[in-house]
T-cell receptor
Framework: EADIYQTPRYLVIGTGKKITLECSQTMGHDKMYWYQQDPGMELHLIHYSYGVNSTEKGDLSSESTVSRIRTEHFPLTLESARPSHTSQYLC????????????????FGPGTRLTVL | GQNIDQPTEMTATEGAIVQINCTYQTSGFNGLFWYQQHAGEAPTFLSY????GLEEKGRFSSFLSRSKGYSYLLLKELQMKDSASYLCAVIINNAGNMLTFGGGTRLMVKP
């Protein structure tokens, strides 16, 4: 069972608010990821990190920002939420095993479903 | 660049067998994952292939042909709970070993 947590699970907020979506993992994984996914649609990588103090933008442009101050923690922040940010946000991490499978298998958190009114 | 193609939707009958195909065009291939994702939930690991051939795990099997850039997921004895999206994901080793996901195949199992 994967030990990766996201809070909150559901969030409904008004336009213009600043929000932070939390993601933590207890597996000691170096790599962490944020995906955005609309219902029934594909996953879009918006941010990733190879380790502490490393952050990169993903394939899909996003107005959110991330930080990686600790290995286990990878929060995502929206400075000013808009209705277009309404979506599901999935956090994932991958391991440091020696095999390609163990190094690359991504474990996903339960997701945060964000609604911006 | 990387290109991963899967059918968008498939429908099958309970008790039947269904094959979900995935083709990819990429440089630096280093393995392929299949994930299952139920509606509103997170993806969960199903299988991993890096060598050519078939990997069997209970009702689910996954096949890989590296020379053809092709994989399939085979689901036998379909159950209603198998209704979900199935995601093909490829490891690209010339981009920091990033996992690139296909668009997913939404499978509907009917009675």
């Amino acid at each position: 069972e994967a030990d990766i947590y996201q809070t909150p699970r559901y969030l409904v907020i008004g336009t213009g608010k600043k929000i932070t979506l939390e993601c933590s993992q207890t597996m000691g994984h170096d790599k962490m990821y944020w995906y955005q996914q609309d219902p029934g649609m594909e996953l879009h990588l918006i941010h990733y990190s190879y380790g502490v103090n490393s952050t990169e933008k993903g394939d899909l442009s996003s107005e959110s920002t991330v930080s990686r101050i600790r290995t286990e923690h990878f929060p995502l922040t929206l400075e000013s939420a808009r209705p277009s940010h309404t979506s599901q946000y999935l956090c994932a991490s991958s391991g440091t095993g020696t095999s390609a499978k163990d190094y690359n298998e991504q474990f996903f958190g339960p997701g945060t479903r964000l609604t911006v009114l | 660049g990387q290109n991963i193609d899967q059918p968008t939707e498939m429908t099958a009958t309970e008790g039947a067998i269904v094959q979900i195909n995935c083709t990819y065009q990429t440089s630096g291939f280093n393995g392929l994952f299949w994930y299952q994702q139920h509606a509103g939930e997170a993806p969960t690991f199903l299988s991993y292939n890096v060598l050519d051939g078939l990997e069997e795990k209970g009702r689910f099997s996954s096949f890989l042909s590296r020379s053809k850039g092709y994989s399939y997921l085979l689901l036998k004895e379909l159950q209603m709970k198998d209704s979900a999206s199935y995601l093909c994901a490829v490891i690209i080793n010339n981009a920091g070993n990033m996992l690139t996901f296909g668009g997913g195949t939404r499978l509907m199992v009917k009675p």
